[in-house]
């Protein structure tokens, strides 16, 4: 599904290629000895395809591009997490951050410049709604993230892919659908349906079609154990309130059968983090299978909240993990880089527009 008439292939999956080879007059399996060239062997230049005819090549290379956006920086943390910037226009640049651990290697990737849902814990929401990426944009991130680990086939430098930087990624559906299917082609880049996952605060219409079109693991950052609370920290939460979203998680485990939804929940000193919401918590939870991520805040420039103290943290660890769900706290990682969770805002941003709206926000906080 294109949303755009594009005629960079980056935009494409497997089943939109074949339909241009098909349209080209050229057998279907074109689409996936192209996709080798782009994915297996990171070649974007058509002349290098030895096995496509001399005549086909100059075609593709008239008629079509393989662009990519330029990376602007890399930057690593002490940790070993890598941040990269890449340039997707004049006046927009996304982050993509690679998290190295022991036994994985995870690609957190964006979906949007911005977000448009303003949650009230989150610097890529205090930034603003920009515009959404292009498929070739988020595969891209993929791509480039890839490439310069070195990750290949066989040598799996990268192992899941949670799409949770910078952007909502089920309002930017149509564009990103396309992108997970890439993710997960065997001719694409071949990562497990359970490796990929798709983090949403809670686009309920989306979800259903999410889970219609697409095997994918599904997180929702929930962050509240009732709606009073959460109307407070997700504006969508009045939208599609915590019944309407649960509901449709069920949905969602029943037709994928094994699998369980990640509960993400951002723990914010005094706001969220007391032993009732921790109890409340596994009271709403308790018909839903699912696993619970506690991700302590992270703090940004112009906002107010506060990380939760360490006992805190232990003991809503402790309540949850006592009513049996396992529950994993989410290691702060690229601190020192501002890579960690929803401190991603897009340096080249802040340069330009943003930096102006964060300052008034530090004037209005102090
Ligand atoms: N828009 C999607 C995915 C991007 S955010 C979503 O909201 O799920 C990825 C995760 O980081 C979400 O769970 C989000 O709530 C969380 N997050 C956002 N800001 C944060 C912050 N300042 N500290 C810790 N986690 C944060
Ligand atoms: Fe957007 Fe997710 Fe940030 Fe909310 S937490 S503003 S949905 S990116």
Redesign the pocket.
């Known amino acids: 599904m294109i949303v755009e008439r594009t005629n960079n292939l980056f935009d494409m999956d497997r089943a939109a290629l074949e339909q241009l080879f098909v349209r080209m007059g050229e057998k279907k399996f074109r689409a996936s000895q192209l996709m080798k060239w782009i994915y297996h062997s990171y070649e974007t230049d058509f002349s290098q395809f030895n096995n496509f005819s001399l005549k086909m090549r100059s075609e593709l290379a008239e008629q079509f591009t393989l662009e990519l956006p330029e990376v602007i920086s890399q930057q690593e943390s002490e940790d070993g997490t890598v941040k990269w910037l890449l340039q997707v226009d004049e006046q927009n640049a996304v982050e993509v951050v690679y998290i190295p651990e022991a036994t994985r290697g995870t690609l957190c990737v964006s979906s949007q410049v911005g977000?448009s849902?303003n949650?009230t814990?989150?610097?890529?929401g205090a930034q603003g709604f920009n515009r959404h990426l292009s498929t070739a944009e988020i595969v891209a991130q993929v791509w480039v993230a890839a490439k310069m680990l070195g990750h290949t086939r066989t040598e799996r430098k990268i192992t899941n892919i949670v799409?949770?930087?910078?952007?909502?990624?089920l309002a930017n559906y149509d564009r990103v659908l396309p992108a997970l299917n890439i993710m997960r082609d065997d001719f694409g880049f071949g990562f497990a349906n359970r490796r990929v996952t798709v983090?949403?605060?809670g686009l309920v219409n989306k979800i259903d079609q999410l889970n219609a079109d697409a095997d994918v693991a599904l997180?929702i950052?929930l962050?509240a154990p009732n709606d009073a609370l959460r109307d407070t920290l997700v504006p969508l939460n009045k939208k599609y309130n915590i019944k309407q979203l649960l509901d449709a998680c069920k949905r969602f485990v029943k037709d994928k059968k094994k699998s369980r939804i990640t509960f993400?929940y951002?723990l914010i000193r005094d706001v969220n983090d007391r032993p009732e919401h921790a109890r409340e918590l596994v009271r709403l939870l308790s018909h839903v299978p699912c696993k619970i991520n506690l991700?302590?805040?992270?703090?940004?420039p112009g906002?107010a909240f506060k990380r939760s103290t360490a006992v805190a943290v232990e003991q809503f660890k402790q309540i949850c993990q006592a009513s049996q769900y396992i529950t994993t706290v989410r290691k702060t990682r690229g601190d020192d880089i501002a890579a960690?969770?929803?401190?991603l805002a897009g340096d080249f941003m802040d340069r330009t527009r943003r930096s102006a709206s964060i300052r008034q926000l530090q004037l209005e906080v102090v």
């Open positions: 977000c849902l949650c814990f989150c610097a890529t799409m949770m930087g910078m952007g909502e990624p983090s949403t605060s997180a950052s962050h993400e951002t991700i302590p805040f992270n703090p940004f906002n960690a969770c929803g401190q």
